[in-house]
């Protein structure tokens, strides 16, 4: 079956300029989670969402980082301004409600020249 | 802040050695505990994890991992390691504050086995 899938799988940008990332999770998962993996760093936990709750964004480093979820199923995460220090792997994965397996996307690398 | 320690950032074995990553998190209660893999060129999945019942889960590959509560421990074992082992090892624990969803990752353990 179909699995998380992100787009594009690189980004390229310069200092200043807005990216926005795509997610879409698989069918039927109700949560939908954003991480960020840096070089030789672990996955920095950014924001989930759980059905029509408020999304916890407990993880956003920054007030030029936001996400939605449209329908309960395809996210986006906005980076506004970016800085070089953006630059890392952006991870996206999703899960059933009953169950907290999550299951990953292959990511979107992104860097900021 | 749940937090997660994770001891040994790279691991070198040859092939047949036993395997035991540590992991260590920093919240007390009720939690549930993961190990994900990602092996090369792959995506993160799951290797195995606990929600409650018998503190040792088996998880595919013939790893395991015992959770102990007392030592706020959930280390990951394998009794002999195939070079196909060879990936990086991520433990994880949810936050029971966020209904169990907010996940926390360690800084990730890389394992190289040689042949």
């Known amino acids: 079956g179909a699995g998380v899938s992100q787009s594009p799988s690189n980004k390229v940008t310069e200092k200043g300029k807005d990216v926005e990332l795509r997610c879409d999770p698989i069918?039927?998962?109700?949560?939908l989670y954003w991480y960020r993996q840096s070089l030789g760093q672990g996955l920095e936990f950014l924001i989930y969402?759980?059905?029509?709750?408020?999304?916890?964004k407990s993880g956003l480093p920054s007030d030029r980082f936001s996400a939605e979820r449209t329908g309960g199923s395809v996210s986006t995460l906005t980076i506004q301004r970016t800085q070089q220090e953006d630059s890392a792997v952006y991870l996206c994965?999703?899960?059933?409600?009953?169950?907290?397996?999550?299951?990953f996307g292959p990511g979107t690398r992104l860097t900021v020249l | 802040a749940q937090s997660v320690s994770q001891h040994n950032h790279h691991v070198i074995l040859s092939e047949a050695a036993s395997l035991e990553l540590g992991c260590n998190y920093s919240?007390?209660?009720?939690?549930?505990l993961f190990w994900y893999v990602q092996y090369p060129g792959q995506h993160l999945q799951l290797l195995l994890k606990?929600?409650?019942?018998?503190?040792l889960v088996k998880g595919i590959k013939g790893f395991e991992a015992e959770f102990i509560k007392s030592k706020f421990s959930f280390n990951l074992r394998k009794p002999s390691v195939q070079w196909s082992d060879t990936a990086e090892y991520f433990c994880?624990?949810?936050?029971?504050?966020?209904?169990?969803?907010?996940?926390?990752f360690g800084a990730g353990t890389r394992l190289f086995v040689k042949a």
């Open positions: 994965a999703s899960s059933l409600a009953t169950k907290n397996e999550q299951f």
């Open positions: 069918s039927g998962h109700t949560a």
């Open positions: 969402f759980q059905g029509n709750s408020a999304p916890d």
């Open positions: 919240y007390g209660g009720t939690v549930n």
């Open positions: 606990y929600f409650s019942g018998d503190p």
């Open positions: 994880a624990v949810s936050d029971p504050y966020s209904g169990g969803f907010k996940t926390i």
